[in-house]
């Protein structure tokens, strides 16, 4: 059974820095691919950021890059985000997920799991930037 349990988040003042962990079970984390996704209210999901758990590679959105970075430690089964210079647009619901191998090919993101597998993605916490 899959199973990702996030936790970190929380209230930041714009400028301050957050990390947020998500922990894995369930299926073999080295071979698979993570996504951190985020929707604010009266917004579509963007995926922000994913890590390719087999060779490290990493993919940011235009609005994250330079300001957040995306890790994993396959030892812990746990992917993490990095958040600094946090302005309020990144005031959002952040989730955690299995990710499509896009990344592996220089694609990019994959956009997270197929239909149905609410399985799949974590819990979600809140990011809350005050300016």
């Known amino acids: 059974e899959v199973k990702l349990v996030q936790s970190g988040g929380g209230l930041a003042q714009a400028g301050g820095s957050l990390r947020l962990s998500c922990a894995a079970s369930?299926?073999?984390?080295?071979?698979?691919?993570m996504g951190w996704f985020r929707q604010a209210p009266g917004k579509e999901r963007e995926e922000v950021s994913c890590?390719?758990?087999?060779?490290?590679?990493?993919y940011y959105a235009d609005s994250v890059k330079g300001r957040f970075t995306i890790s994993s430690d396959n030892a812990k089964n746990t992917v993490y985000l990095q958040m600094n210079s946090l302005k309020p647009e990144d005031t959002a619901v952040y989730y955690c997920?299995?990710?499509?191998?896009?990344?592996?090919?220089?694609?990019?993101?994959?956009?997270?799991?197929?239909?149905?597998?609410?399985?799949?993605w974590g819990q979600g916490t809140q990011v809350t930037v005050s300016s």
């Open positions: 997920a299995l990710d499509l191998p896009h990344v592996d090919y220089g694609l990019g993101c994959g956009g997270g799991p197929p239909e149905g597998r609410d399985d799949h």
């Open positions: 369930g299926f073999s984390f080295e071979e698979y691919v």
């Open positions: 890590i390719s758990n087999e060779d490290g590679s990493t």
